[in-house]
Each structure stands twice: as structure tokens, then as C-alpha cells.
């Protein structure tokens, strides 16, 4: 029988492989490279796709049958097949490459944690307690994990704005200009922030079915309110004029941070309801 | 007056309280959060105590100062929807509809072309069929002097968009103000077999009747077949019963509540009332012919089994058996070494034999009937968590209102089509604006096809 963390190891090596074609392409602008970068993070994204393909059978066959969304390893997986297909998206969309120089680092540094087993991560399949057989759970997950995942893009857009405004020549030229930066980072939030409201939102129909509560103000609750002002302020900000470019590409990188801090600083510093992820 | 309206109008007041709402969050997701400020002291030392108590820090998310926040942030939200609503509704009626063509001067995107051979009324026809491939059809149609004007549009309804978020926002805090008025949450405790309508309220301190009872049948805990250590279910069998009758019987189970006159019951928690009055299974064997039967027996009760004549009776039952000097006793409430001591009478003789779960093959060798243990399920009490909300309908609503509001804002553009199609001492010349409030981009691109078209068809 083959384990599903196998495929993750194996997309480990892809992520970091599709990085450093994305980053040689930069360098040496040859299509041929840049293919090979695209090529192997669509790699990346089968073998995830292989990965929970193969967990879910595995639980069908212990008779538990689940989705793969219920602990941290898993929504790590799930978290990097997302920014993979999203980066995909953006990319055909753009028709640029070098996006995924400055997203895939997210994708290798993910499952790498992933991979090696970094704290709180567990990759045995276990059965569901009672509180997490909730199909809302699921919705819960996807939406989430995919709006975490257009905020991955959006902040690599930002972080990349902000190394390239105001320059140019030679190199910086090979970079998407600017305002298609400050563009992609817009549209990411765009993405983004839809799906954060329908994760928060089911979340709370979850509590509401399994803790008796929609809202109890627990930290990982808080949290992801908290995270949802600032793309609020993000947007509203957005909308007067003078908060486009650097005040934006800076308030999207707090913005992924608190993602961050909401996904995973929450359960490593504080703990509350969700036992995992 | 109009100096507060004008700070509540704007958008800057909205990033500003979004800021001071994200910030102070974080306070509450530090400090532990609980109703009453009891135990600080150690935690925190006195200075730091005082400023929890003076600012409630020890429940902030209820505390005056945030309230406070959350009610600024309602007003700057009705007073910014107010403030510009009647700019937005300009784009529901007829005038803002009907432009000269001099509007064209003012669009970013517009193209003009000069159909030679065509008659108007022909080249309006080849216009309609073009745009319609486009999904557009005229809502507006009326002379302008020589020309004919013609008016296409679609989503107006985004300009209604974030006005229908903002209002959705405001629906999910009225529905969480009435909850937190009108609602309450405590606990029901129910020992198997028991009854109550007596819920304790959140924090321990009160109590509230219900206006009836609920009845626990039974109480079981499920775990999974491969993995007897992780549970699948727990469920609480329970009947509603109200005026002395039953009227409705329900599972209640952890994600699958029961609710009954707007109140929820939620599988919560359960644990072990007595373990000593529980069901014990036995398997007697008749030694002589061989034949099994099954027994449930509690303490203190007799079972018939007439096939084999006989009469079972349970007369003790220790969970953690030990022998002192005083005899059998237990020594604890969990089963570490469940035993039971079974009578078994057949006509006139009685025969008592100890059973033990753990030592199966300890057996009372004057009897004819072997007993073993096969199972002990002591009598369990169960925590219903139970919450009334009335507000929770509002809530969902606004949720989905605003989930809908939002896509709508930002994946739904109004897009407005202007032509103007006038005659010409040779041919007919069309002229088409176009504007949007969003994604520009996009619709260049399809105003560049339609003009492409125009040119090539006409
Ligand atoms: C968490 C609460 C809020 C959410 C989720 C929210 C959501 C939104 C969204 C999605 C937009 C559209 C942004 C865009 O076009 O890109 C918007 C626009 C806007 N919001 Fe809010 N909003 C909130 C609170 C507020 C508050 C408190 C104000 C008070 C001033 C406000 C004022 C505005 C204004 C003036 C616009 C622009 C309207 C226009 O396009 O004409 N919002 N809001």
C-alpha cells in the first residue's frame, strides 16, 4: 500500500525545484526555464492532489471514510495545493512568471514543515472524534484554506511591489511592472476576501451545530476576525484615494500575517476550541 | 451636529475603528478570558489586576468600552450608508439613464465608425444582434434630434452591492445584541433513567426552569471497531415531556442537537453517576447439557430463564473488587477489577458464584451452571448544554446576505453601453461609450471586440 506522505515528500522537492526555475528565469529570462518552472508546480499540485486522493482512500478503507481535512498535517497539504493552483491561476492569467519566484517559497517552506514533521504535525490517519463529523467542517476548511491561499498570492505580489517600485532597467524590468503588482495583489484580496467571509461564516455554523455557539470569542475565532478587518480596512482603503501601491502592498503582508498567526500562531502560543488546525 | 455627521460619514472614521476593533481583539486572546475577575491576583499581580478590573479586561469582548466600539462602528456604518445612498439611487431612475451625446466626450472608452451602405434602421437592427451576442439588450430607446439614442446596461445592482453588505453586517450585530439579551446558555445534567427541567445557567450561579422536562432513557458511548480507544458517537436517548405526557422522543448527538420550542440541546459532556447500579451481562452454561443463555441483571434484581428453568439474581456488584477485613468491598468507582456475586436458584436450591471480568476461569465448582462475565455498562449521567438565541435567525441571514452582497460588489459590475446612431448625408454613423465602476480592464476588452465587429459587419 502506498503512504500518502510519500507524495508530500516528493512535492517538497517539486515546490523547491519549480522555486528555483521561477528564480532562474528571473535571471535569465529563457522561456525554456520558466516552462520547467511552471511545469513542476503544476507537479507539485498532482502530487498533492495524489497525496489526499490516497489518504481518503486509505480512510475508506479502515471503514471510517472522511476527507482529508481534519488535522494540522492535513490542512498543510490542503494549504499548499491551494497556493499551487492559485499561483497556476494567476499565472495563466497574467501570462508572467515570475509571480511564482516570490509564491512557491510559501508552498516549500509549508510542506517542508510538513514533511519533516514539525511540531503539531501528525500523519497518521485517525478516526473522527464526534466533534469533527460535520460536513460544515468541510466547507469550513475549503473556504478557508483557499482564502489563506489568495492571500499567499497577494503578499508575494506585495513583497515583490515593494522591491520593485520606483526601479528599473536591467533587471527590474523583467519583473510584471508595478501597477500590474499592485493589480495582482488587489485581485488576490478580491479572491481572498469572499472566501475568508464564507470560512468564517461556516465555521460559525459548525459551532453553532457542535459547541452550542456560534461565536464564543475564542483566540482562533478572534483571530480570524481580526485578520478580516484588516482586508476590510484593506479594501476600504483602497477605495480612497493614495492608499494604492506601497500602504497597500504593506497592509496585505500584515494582512498574511495575521493568517498565519490566526492558522498557526494561535495553536502553537495559545490554545482553545480547535484542538488542531 | 454636522461636524459628527461629517466624522461619521467618512470612510476614514471606518479604517480607523477597524484598526481599533483588530487591535484591542487581541487583548482578549492574551488574557484569559472568564465572567468574573476572580484568581488575577496570582496570575497577573495587583497593579496589573486593577487595570483588568477597572477596563473588564477579564471579559473585554462584553466589556463597556468595546460595546462601545462595536456600537461606533454600527453608526458609522448607518451614517456612511445614509450620507451616500441617495448618490447610488440616482442610478435607478430614468434621467441618469438618458444622456446626450456630448456624454460620449466624458467616457474612457468609446469608438465611432461610419457605416456607408447602411440605412439607421438597418444598422441599429446589426447593433442590437451584436451587442445581444454580448448579453446585452436596450432598456433605453429614444429620439435625439436626428439621431436615435439607445441605452444598454447590466448590474445595476452592484451599485446597490455594498449597501446591501454594510446592511447585512449591521443585521448580524442586532442578531447577536438580541441573543445576547434574550438568549441564555447553561447546562442540563441528567443521570440515565432521570428527568429535570432544570437548567443551570452559565457561570453556575442561577438556575431557570424550563417550561418542561426532558428524560434520559439511556446514555452510550461508541467507539470504533479498529480503534476501541477513539470514540465514534455519543448519544443520549432522551423524550421530551411536557403536562406529564411524552411528545417527542430524540437522539441527541454531538454535531446533531435537539431542539424543541426554539431551545437546542447539544450532546455536551457525560460521565460515570454510579457504577455500582449498572447492567452487568452474564453467560450462564448449563454444564450438564451445555447450553448458553445471556442474563442483564442489576443489583438487587432476579431474571427468569424458564428454558432452563432456573432464577438469576445479582446480589453485588464491586467495580474495583478487593477482600478486607470486613469481606468484599471496592475500592474505587472505575472498573479496575469489575466482580459480582450472582445467585442462581433452581427449584429450591440457591447457589451464589462469584464472577470476575478479569479471571474468567474462577467458576463456583459445587454449581451445575458456569457464569461469566461478558459486559458491565454502569449507569452514566449525561450534560445536555443547552442554549436558547433568538437572534441566531438574523444572524444566518445576514451572513448570507453578506456572502451574496460581496460577490455581487466585486464580480458584478454595472456596465452601461451608450450608442448613438445617427444619419449621414452618405451611410449612418454609429458612436458607442461604454463605462463601467469596476475592472476596467475587462470590459475594454470587450468594448474593443464589439467596436471590431461594428467595423468589420457594418
Ligand atoms: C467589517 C465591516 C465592513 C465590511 C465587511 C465592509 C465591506 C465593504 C466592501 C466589500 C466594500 C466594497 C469595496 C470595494 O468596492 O472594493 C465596501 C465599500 C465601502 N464601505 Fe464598507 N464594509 C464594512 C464597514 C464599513 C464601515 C464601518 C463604513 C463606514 C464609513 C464603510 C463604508 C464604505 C464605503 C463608503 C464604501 C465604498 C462605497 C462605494 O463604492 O461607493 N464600510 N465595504
Not at chain 2, 461619521?8 to 475603528?17: M, N, Q, R, Y
Not at chain 2, 492574551?30 to 496570575?43: A, F, M, N, S, V
Not at chain 2, 442540563?188 to 452559565?202: A, C, D, H, M, Q
Amino acid at each position: 500500500m502506498v503512504k500518502d506522505t510519500v507524495f508530500v515528500a516528493y512535492a517538497t522537492f517539486t515546490a523547491l525545484g519549480s522555486f528555483v526555475f521561477y528564480l532562474s528565469y528571473l535571471v535569465t529570462k529563457s522561456e525554456k526555464v520558466g516552462k520547467i518552472g511552471t511545469l513542476l508546480n503544476v507537479a507539485t499540485g498532482l502530487l498533492l492532489t495524489a497525496s489526499m486522493v490516497t489518504r481518503t482512500y486509505i480512510t475508506i478503507q479502515k471503514g471510517w471514510g472522511h476527507a482529508p481535512f481534519t488535522n494540522l498535517y492535513e490542512s498543510m497539504v490542503f494549504f499548499g495545493w491551494s497556493i499551487s493552483v492559485l499561483l497556476l491561476l494567476f499565472e495563466l492569467k497574467y501570462k508572467n512568471k515570475t509571480l511564482g519566484t516570490f509564491v512557491t517559497p510559501f508552498i516549500f517552506i509549508i510542506l517542508a514543515y510538513t514533511s519533516l514533521g514539525g511540531p503539531g504535525i501528525n500523519t497518521e490517519v485517525e478516526p473522527l472524534i464526534p466533534a469533527l463529523q460535520s460536513n460544515w467542517l468541510i466547507a469550513h476548511v475549503i473556504t478557508a484554506f483557499l482564502s489563506y491561499a489568495a492571500f499567499a498570492v497577494s503578499c508575494g505580489a506585495s513583497i515583490m511591489y515593494l522591491l520593485r517600485v520606483n526601479k528599473t532597467g536591467g533587471f527590474w524590468d523583467r519583473l510584471p511592472s508595478a501597477e500590474t503588482l499592485d493589480e495582482i495583489n488587489y485581485k488576490a484580496v478580491l479572491i481572498g476576501f469572499p472566501l475568508l467571509t464564507l470560512g468564517i461564516v461556516t465555521g460559525a455554523a459548525w459551532a453553532h451545530y457542535a459547541w452550542g455557539s456560534y461565536w464564543s470569542w475564542d483566540p482562533k475565532e478572534t483571530w480570524s476576525l481580526i485578520t478580516w478587518f484588516i482586508y476590510a480596512a484593506f479594501l476600504h482603503a483602497r477605495y480612497m484615494r493614495g492608499w494604492r501601491g506601497k500602504k497597500a502592498a504593506f497592509l496585505s503582508i500584515v494582512g498574511f500575517a495575521a493568517v498565519l498567526f490566526t492558522y498557526l500562531g494561535v495553536n502553537l502560543i495559545i490554545s482553545g476550541l480547535h484542538s488542531y488546525a | 451636529m454636522k461636524k459628527i455627521w461629517e466624522i461619521f460619514s467618512s470612510i476614514k472614521t471606518a479604517i480607523v475603528l477597524f484598526f481599533l476593533i483588530a487591535t484591542t481583539s487581541i487583548i482578549g486572546t492574551i488574557i484569559k478570558q472568564q465572567p468574573t475577575p476572580e484568581g488575577y491576583e496570582k496570575l497577573y499581580g495587583p497593579t496589573f489586576t486593577k487595570v483588568i478590573k477597572a477596563l473588564e479586561l477579564y471579559d473585554m469582548y462584553h466589556s463597556w468600552w468595546f460595546q462601545l466600539l462595536l456600537i461606533l462602528f454600527a453608526l458609522n456604518l448607518i451614517i456612511c450608508s445614509i450620507d451616500r445612498l441617495p448618490r447610488i439611487l440616482r442610478f435607478f431612475k430614468r434621467e441618469t439613464r438618458i444622456k446626450e451625446r456630448d456624454y460620449l466626450n466624458s467616457l474612457p472608452i468609446k469608438c465611432r465608425h461610419r457605416a456607408k451602405n447602411l440605412t439607421p434602421e438597418q444598422a441599429k437592427e446589426k447593433v442590437l444582434s451584436i451587442l445581444k451576442e454580448k448579453g446585452f439588450s436596450p432598456s433605453e430607446e429614444e429620439k435625439q434630434g436626428e439621431s436615435l439614442y439607445l441605452f444598454f446596461e447590466k448590474g445595476v445592482i452592484n451599485r446597490l452591492g455594498v449597501y446591501i453588505t454594510h446592511f447585512s453586517i449591521l443585521l448580524v450585530l442586532i442578531g447577536g445584541l438580541i441573543g445576547s439579551i434574550f438568549g441564555f446558555t447553561g447546562y442540563i445534567t441528567l443521570v440515565e433513567g432521570g428527568k429535570s427541567n432544570n437548567v443551570v445557567l452559565r457561570g453556575g450561579f442561577s438556575n431557570k426552569p424550563l417550561p418542561f422536562e426532558i428524560e434520559c432513557d439511556k446514555f452510550e458511548v461508541q467507539f470504533y471497531k479498529n480503534r476501541p480507544d477513539v470514540p465514534k458517537e455519543y448519544t443520549s436517548y432522551v423524550k421530551v415531556i411536557e403536562n406529564g405526557k411524552a411528545v417527542k422522543s430524540a437522539k441527541i448527538e454531538v454535531n446533531h442537537p435537539l431542539v424543541h420550542r426554539g431551545i437546542y440541546f447539544y450532546q455536551s459532556s457525560y460521565g460515570v453517576f454510579s457504577s455500582e447500579n449498572g447492567l452487568l451481562t452474564v453467560k450462564i452454561r448449563d454444564k450438564r447439557t451445555g447450553e448458553v443463555r445471556k442474563v442483564q441483571l442489576r443489583v438487587g434484581e432476579t431474571q427468569k430463564v424458564p428454558d432452563m428453568g432456573i432464577e438469576v439474581k445479582l446480589i453485588a456488584f464491586y467495580p474495583d473488587f478487593v477482600i478486607t477485613e470486613e469481606g468484599p468491598t471496592t475500592r474505587s468507582q472505575e472498573l479496575r477489577n469489575p466482580a459480582a456475586l450472582v445467585e442462581i436458584k433452581k427449584g429450591n436450591s440457591t447457589i451464589k458464584s462469584w464472577v470476575f471480568a478479569f479471571f474468567p476461569n474462577v467458576h463456583e465448582k459445587k454449581s451445575d451452571y458456569e457464569v461469566k462475565f461478558v459486559s458491565f455498562k454502569p449507569v452514566f449521567y449525561t450534560v445536555l448544554q443547552v442554549s436558547k438565541d433568538p437572534g441566531v435567525w438574523l444572524v444566518w441571514i445576514g451572513c448570507i446576505l453578506m456572502i451574496v452582497a460581496i460577490m455581487i460588489t466585486f464580480f458584478y459590475p454595472h456596465r452601461r453601453i451608450f450608442v448613438w446612431i445617427t444619419p449621414q448625408s452618405k451611410g449612418t454613423e454609429i458612436a458607442l461609450g461604454f463605462s463601467t465602476n469596476r475592472n476596467q480592464e475587462a470590459f475594454k476588452r470587450l468594448a474593443e471586440e464589439v467596436c471590431e465587429k461594428i467595423k468589420k459587419e457594418l
